[in-house]
């Protein structure tokens, strides 16, 4: 097994003035599905194509299977990108297009046909070789697009926020199937998406960017239960933040005094308060509980939206609203009705202290 | 609402004949026989006209002499405005408006000045490098050409690469095509449309030079300059059969490009293969481009070889000896009129026709008998232009 592994070496890139990436310094292991997670302008795209080898970073080193990437271009790096438009060749036909890296390697019409046909049994999309790609649907284009890439037999798949373009239904379907190559080729995907859903579906690990910068790197469900940056927390998945000044911590938990109440909870990213630090407490709204006793607190219901699954229902406790997930008790149960007073409450582990810093709608 | 379609429909009219009636009397006009470019009186129906043109063997070596200029044009002229515009294109956005002004202002430049200039450069290169040869009309010509013609190829490229999607080349190298290869597979291909444009323009430019031709091609002469020099001899309808010749072609050319152009697209948007068109065996070969010109072109040759058979002398000799008798009356009439005059002894002198009657009549002067239509030597200057039958003179 070739070694796969990616490796950005302290990576800054700046355009002008502007810094795209700062300092990024992570290793994407060997067979891994790795997302690259952020707002668009976050400097995703910026950090793919430095991978990819369209373009040097100013500061750090790419390194690929060990290798220092410097000064090798695109053609010669052991990279396959797919575009976030695709980019498939519209003058050729869908054969023409996933043999393309085998022609330009000089590799005989026959035994390039044959491998079309192969790429084309793999994406399940036998047959459609003569077409040309403006007579594909939007999945199969994506399909197409990957089986190219693919037919370079690349260490390493990068992705451009490939499903982008494509509706909810056919996205949801394509993660999957993503997935399913990704595991059957054993090829490195470095994923890129501003769909926090998709990234924490599909990845092993997910690194968080913002303004450039990666806030935090960790397999999905601890970046989602253990984020270590007020954006992190307010950008993956929702999140009730609150304001408060730390009165004291003890080991793994600290006090915040808030307008609500002073409340109990975990230090995230396992920092070190003192008294009369300013803080952030953030509890996602599928903690608050109704009726739990630990952190308990009075709030006002003001409103719901119905969406199956989940009521999302929104309550009020002095100027704060907070958001709350609860589960659609059917029509043998009941949910608590507009106006009236909810006694709310959240187990100390499952709500986390962070510094005061940018927040997802400000990125 | 209804009066505005009926003005509608009349200016409609109005543009079109505006616009077309020149070329239909002018096609017309080709197969009269009248001497003059001319519909009405209608003489005969007649193809001599064409024969004419291609009888006329200054003509002749002025369209080959076109045609080797207008190769060695397009041949330079379509990689320099193709190279020119990638190279705009890869400029950043400051520079680019820079030279993209020096570029296009061969355009601008007097056609004059830029035929005089060519020779007075190359004078002095071919003289200070003593290399004689290259002071021909031929080559001077072409690179007096080159200087603006290439600019119109470059704005044809221009306008394509504003289609290019560049990360179709970015796409082609990350799939590890070497620079060139992304050049030859991608953007060539892309820009093929563009290629046939930009020849089909830069050839119609060269062709159709004047102003910088006149000059550059020395002593030699071009389609254009030579039916410049005939036309100031007086016109006739070898030109006209000339016209229809041009307009022929142009139909043929925009009528194939149609079909090319549609099926392309069909066969891009996937159209291709639902429509009914394209799905029965049938008309899908009859509406290949191929197919198309190749019906165009057996249609037009049918039509040239009915016409090359056709022998319009019997009918002309009709209208001659309908002139010989015309005039013959006249002239009895005049003669009974001098005996009149004489009887009564007056010393005025016989009214003839001026010069004008014979150019708007044809007819009536007491000048030698009229030449039979159809003449393979070219008319005296009035008389061709006026359809007079005064003695021919040679050309120049
Ligand atoms: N070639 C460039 N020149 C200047 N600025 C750029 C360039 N490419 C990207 N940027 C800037 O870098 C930032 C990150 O862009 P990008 O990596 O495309 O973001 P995304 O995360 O949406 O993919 C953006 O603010 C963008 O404007
Ligand atoms: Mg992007």
């Known amino acids: 097994m070739p070694d796969r592994s990616v490796l950005l070496d302290h990576i800054t890139i700046r355009f002008g003035n502007f810094t795209a990436v700062d300092n990024a310094n992570l290793k994407i292991?060997?067979?891994?599905?790795?997302?690259?997670?952020?707002?668009?302008?976050?400097?995703?795209?910026?950090?793919?194509?430095?991978?990819?080898?369209?373009s040097e970073p100013t500061e750090g080193k790419v390194l690929i299977g060990g290798k220092d990437m410097a000064g090798v271009g695109p053609n010669k790096r052991p990279t396959a990108l797919i575009f976030q438009h695709l980019a498939l060749f519209p003058l050729m036909t869908v054969a023409e297009n996933i043999a393309f890296p085998l022609e330009v390697r000089g590799v005989s019409k026959k035994e390039r046909r044959k491998k079309a046909d192969e790429l084309l049994e793999m994406i399940a999309l036998p047959g459609i070789g003569d077409k040309k790609p403006g007579e594909l649907s939007g999945g199969q284009k994506q399909r197409v697009a990957i089986a190219r890439a693919l037919a370079v037999e690349p260490d390493i798949l990068l992705l451009d926020e490939p499903l982008s373009a494509l509706d909810l239904k056919l996205r949801q379907h394509m993660r999957t199937e993503l997935r399913a190559i990704q595991k059957q080729v054993g090829v490195t995907?470095?994923?890129i998406t501003?769909?926090?859903?998709?990234?924490?579906?599909?990845?092993?690990?997910?690194?968080?960017?913002?303004?450039?910068?990666?806030?935090?790197?960790?397999?999905?469900?601890?970046?989602?239960?253990?984020?270590?940056?007020?954006?992190v927390a307010s950008f993956v998945g929702e999140n009730n933040a609150v304001e408060?000044?730390?009165?004291?911590?003890?080991?793994?938990?600290?006090?915040?005094?808030?307008?609500?109440?002073?409340?109990?909870?975990?230090?995230?990213?396992?920092?070190?308060?003192?008294?009369g630090d300013k803080a952030l407490l953030f509890v996602r709204p599928e903690q608050l509980i109704p009726g739990e006793s630990a952190n308990a607190f009075q709030s006002v219901l003001s409103r719901q939206e119905f969406e199956g699954a989940t009521n999302h229902v929104f309550a009020n406790t002095g100027d704060q609203e907070l958001r709350i997930s609860m589960v659609n008790a059917g029509l043998a149960g009941s949910l608590p009705g507009q106006g009236e007073t909810l006694s709310l409450g959240f187990r100390p582990l499952n709500?986390?202290?962070?510094?005061?810093?940018?927040?997802?709608?400000?990125? | 609402m209804n009066r505005h379609t009926l003005f509608g429909g009349a200016y409609a009219i109005a543009f079109f004949s505006f616009l077309f009636g020149p070329l239909i009397i002018m096609s017309m006009t080709a197969f009269n026989s009248s001497r003059f470019p001319r519909v009405s009186p209608w003489e005969c129906f007649t193809t001599g006209w064409f024969n004419e043109?291609?009888?006329?063997?200054?003509?002749?070596?002025?369209?080959?002499?076109?045609?080797?200029?207008?190769?060695?044009?397009?041949?330079?002229?379509?990689?320099?405005?193709?190279?020119?515009?990638?190279?705009?294109?890869?400029?950043?956005?400051?520079?680019?408006?820079?030279?993209?002004t020096v570029l296009i202002l061969p355009i601008l430049i007097p056609g004059v000045v830029l035929g005089i200039s060519t020779i007075v450069l190359w004078g002095q290169i071919s003289r200070g490098m003593g290399a004689g040869f290259l002071y021909n009309g031929y080559f001077l010509t072409i690179v007096g050409q080159i200087t603006f013609v290439s600019a119109y190829a470059m704005l044809v490229f221009i306008a394509r690469l504003q289609r290019f999607d560049a990360t179709q080349t970015?796409?082609?190298?990350?799939?590890?095509?070497?620079?060139?290869?992304?050049?030859?597979?991608?953007?060539?291909?892309?820009?093929?449309?563009?290629?046939?444009?930009a020849a089909f323009i830069t050839l119609l430019a060269s062709f159709e030079n004047y102003n910088t031709t006149v000059f550059t091609v020395l002593s030699e002469s071009t389609f254009t300059t030579a039916l410049a020099s005939k036309v100031r001899h007086g016109t006739d309808p070898s030109l006209s059969a000339l016209a229809v010749i041009i307009i022929t072609i142009t139909l043929v050319g925009a009528l194939t490009n149609e079909a090319l152009q549609r099926r392309k697209e069909a066969e891009m948007g996937g159209r291709a293969s639902r429509s009914p068109l394209y799905l029965n065996p049938v008309t899908r070969t009859l509406t290949h481009p191929g197919v198309v010109l190749a019906i165009l072109v057996a249609v037009i040759g049918g039509i040239s070889y009915a016409g090359s058979q056709h022998d319009s002398s019997v009918c002309e000799a009709g209208v001659l000896q309908e002139k010989l008798d015309r005039q013959e009356e006249l002239r009895a009439a005049q003669r009974a009129k001098i005996e009149a005059m004489e009887a009564e002894q007056e010393k005025t002198l016989p009214k003839s026709n001026s010069a004008f009657g014979g150019a708007f009549g044809g007819l009536g002067t007491p000048a030698p008998a009229p030449e039979p239509a159809p003449k393979p030597e070219s008319p005296s200057a009035f008389g061709g232009a006026f359809g007079g039958i005064t003695a021919p003179k040679t050309d120049e």
Request: aromatic share 8%.
């Open chain 1, 29 to 54: 292991n060997s067979g891994e599905f790795f997302s690259f997670l952020g707002p668009s302008g976050c400097g995703k795209t910026t950090m793919l194509r430095c991978i990819s080898g369209f």
């Open chain 1, 189 to 191: 995907f470095i994923y």
């Open chain 1, 194 to 231: 501003h769909d926090q859903g998709e990234a924490l579906t599909m990845s092993d690990r997910v690194a968080v960017m913002s303004r450039g910068v990666i806030e935090q790197v960790g397999e999905p469900d601890r970046i989602y239960n253990r984020p270590r940056s007020a954006f």
């Open chain 1, 244 to 275: 408060g000044i730390i009165k004291g911590q003890s080991g793994e938990t600290a006090a915040l005094e808030t307008p609500m109440g002073t409340f109990e909870a975990r230090v995230g990213g396992g920092r070190k308060y003192k008294a």
């Open chain 1, 351 to 363: 709500a986390t202290i962070l510094p005061v810093g940018h927040m997802a709608s400000e990125a």
């Open chain 2, 53 to 100: 043109l291609f009888g006329n063997a200054r003509l002749m070596e002025g369209l080959l002499n076109s045609v080797i200029i207008g190769v060695g044009v397009v041949a330079l002229a379509v990689p320099i405005g193709l190279a020119g515009a990638l190279a705009l294109s890869e400029l950043p956005a400051k520079l680019r408006a820079a030279l993209y």
């Open chain 2, 170 to 197: 970015e796409a082609a190298l990350d799939l590890g095509a070497t620079p060139g290869q992304a050049f030859r597979k991608i953007l060539l291909p892309f820009m093929a449309p563009a290629i046939g444009s």
